[in-house]
């Protein structure tokens, strides 16, 4: 009894699952891309309504930091054997 109860719900479940493996892909494609944009607009309106505001510089040259300054030098001395760098200077299209 119990194995025939078991093969009619098998017979019934086969029934249903006839689903067409396409449409189970694009509901799928569609339920992420549908998350996603709400997530995006989420972080756009998050963004927008507490943007940070870039404080004016006080500084009235840039400076050169250490790191760039010793990759100058060591460029210039693996290029051309002997010589030193004497200023650096950054110029700027504004």
């Given at each position: 009894?119990?194995?025939?109860?078991?093969?009619?719900?098998?017979?019934?479940?086969?029934?249903?699952?006839?689903?067409?493996?396409?449409?189970?892909?694009?509901?799928?494609?569609?339920?992420?891309?549908?998350?996603l944009?709400?997530?995006?607009?989420?972080?756009?309106?998050?963004?927008?309504?507490?943007a940070?505001?870039?404080?004016?510089?006080?500084?009235?040259?840039?400076?050169?930091?250490?790191?760039?300054?010793?990759?100058?030098?060591?460029?210039?001395?693996?290029?051309?054997?002997?010589?030193?760098?004497?200023?650096?200077?950054?110029?700027h299209?504004?």
């Amino acid at each position: 009894m119990t194995e025939n109860l078991n093969l009619v719900w098998l017979a019934e479940a086969t029934e249903n699952a006839n689903v067409n493996l396409g449409v189970v892909c694009l509901v799928a494609f569609a339920t992420v891309m549908t998350i996603l944009s709400i997530l995006a607009f989420t972080f756009r309106m998050l963004t927008h309504f507490f943007a940070v505001v870039p404080q004016p510089s006080v500084q009235s040259e840039p400076t050169t930091d250490a790191a760039t300054a010793g990759a100058i030098q060591a460029a210039v001395t693996r290029a051309l054997p002997g010589g030193r760098v004497v200023r650096i200077e950054s110029r700027h299209k504004d």
